[in-house]
């Protein structure tokens, strides 16, 4: 079961940053300690700290690259076909991958975390990122299991 805008939201006003939102969703399914899974994708929000690729979808790829990456070519074939649907239907859903895109400001300007949330951004347009690389890693996942 899915989380939705408003858990993620609350998750993440509550300390925690968008990637370790998605992360929190999939840890134990990979088999990860909490604490260590968290750090993983701890420096993923706003965008890298950069206005960079969007934090969620970042550990969206880290989930993949865990659950499905190893050594050898056919697994690097794998990875990269489920990353490329990641991408496509994030983008789908949210336009663009880049985090100052998506929030219309560049996170690391001095004051620009209080502007997005008096502008109501980061209650709508990151909660539906989060959400969205939620729901996109659940169908690749449960695709997966359908089909093995």
Do not use: H, P
């Not at 968008?18 to 300690?33: A, H, I, K, T």
């Not at 008096?118 to 969205?132: F, G, H, L, W, Y």
């Amino acid at each position: 079961m899915t989380i939705d805008e408003k858990k993620a939201l609350d998750m993440m006003l509550g300390g925690m940053g968008c990637g370790q939102v998605v992360m929190s969703e999939f840890y134990e399914e990979l088999g990860l300690d909490k604490d260590f899974a968290l750090n993983i994708v701890q420096g993923f929000e706003g965008g890298s700290f950069a206005a960079s690729d969007c934090g969620a979808l970042e550990a969206g790829r880290v989930i993949l690259s865990i659950k499905y990456g190893g050594r050898g070519d056919e697994d690097k074939v794998e990875l990269v076909k489920r990353i490329f649907e990641l991408n496509s239907k994030f983008k789908e859903a949210m336009s663009s991958f880049n985090c100052k895109e998506l929030l219309g400001r560049d996170v690391m300007e001095e004051g620009a975390m209080a502007k997005l949330i008096e502008e109501n951004k980061i209650q709508t347009t990151c909660a539906r990122a989060m959400v969205s690389v939620i729901d996109i890693l659940i169908e690749i996942l449960d695709n997966d299991k359908a089909n093995n």
